[in-house]
Antibody, heavy 120, light 107 residues
């Protein structure tokens, strides 16, 4: 059974940094592209970033480009999102999600989410 | 970027009703569209992928149709467990984009 478990969320001041992680199990991790999707309180879903299965290709939403960095460690079945220069508007639940292919396909499995709060 | 426009934003319906939600893409995405269901405090769950393919384990009362820029999600007979928020999402290319969501409420 595929399981995705996020961790690392918390309270951080504006301008600060935080790294959230996603531990994957029950799958051949390197075979699948991964994404981060966030949801601000009471709002809809916003795609944040993605990385191909082997890690060679990364993609970012304009709202986080230059501030966030996605990475993966296929030897440890782990996905990371390093978030720098955080803003109040980055406050959200951050979900990791797996695509059904190495660099394509729908987001077919999601973690339970980790809460990031940016506030003074 | 591809914009996804979903309607209505809120829908009031009764158990047993047939419900249809529409999603429009700002350019052709062929059939690279998914529908998700989300309940409060929970992660989204995929219902439909490739516009009309039913995800394993999803009840057959859910169906999807469309191609190009116009898509629909239909629930043939609304059940109590179906009151939730629904999102469409294109995965034709990056950035992946979601519709604004449709909240299905009890009438």
């Amino acid at each position: 059974e595929v399981q995705l478990l996020e961790s690392g969320g918390g309270l951080v001041q504006p301008g600060g940094s935080l790294r959230v992680s996603c531990a994957a199990s029950g799958l051949t991790f390197r075979s699948y592209a991964m994404s981060w999707v966030r949801q601000a309180p009471g709002k809809g879903l916003e795609w944040v970033s993605a990385i191909s299965g082997r890690g060679g290709n990364t993609y970012y939403a304009d709202s986080v480009k230059g501030r966030f960095t996605i990475s993966r460690d296929n030897s440890k079945n782990t996905l990371h999102l390093q978030m720098n220069s955080l803003r109040v508007e980055d406050t959200a639940v951050y979900y990791c999600a797996k695509r059904s292919g190495e660099n394509n396909g729908p987001l077919d499995y999601w973690g339970q989410g980790t809460v990031v709060t940016v506030s003074a | 970027d591809i914009q996804m426009t979903q309607s209505p934003s809120t829908l009031s319906a009764s158990v047993g009703d047939r419900v249809t939600i529409t999603c429009r893409a700002s350019q052709s995405i062929t059939n690279w569209l998914a529908w998700f269901q989300q309940k409060p405090g929970k992660a989204p769950k995929v219902l439909i992928y490739e516009a009309s393919s039913l995800e394993s384990g999803v009840p057959s009362r859910f169906s999807g149709s469309g191609s190009g820029t116009e898509f629909t999600l239909t629930i043939s007979s609304l059940q109590p467990d179906d009151f939730a928020t629904y999102y469409c999402q294109q995965y034709d290319n990056y950035p992946l984009t979601f519709g604004g969501g449709t909240k299905v409420e009890i009438k």
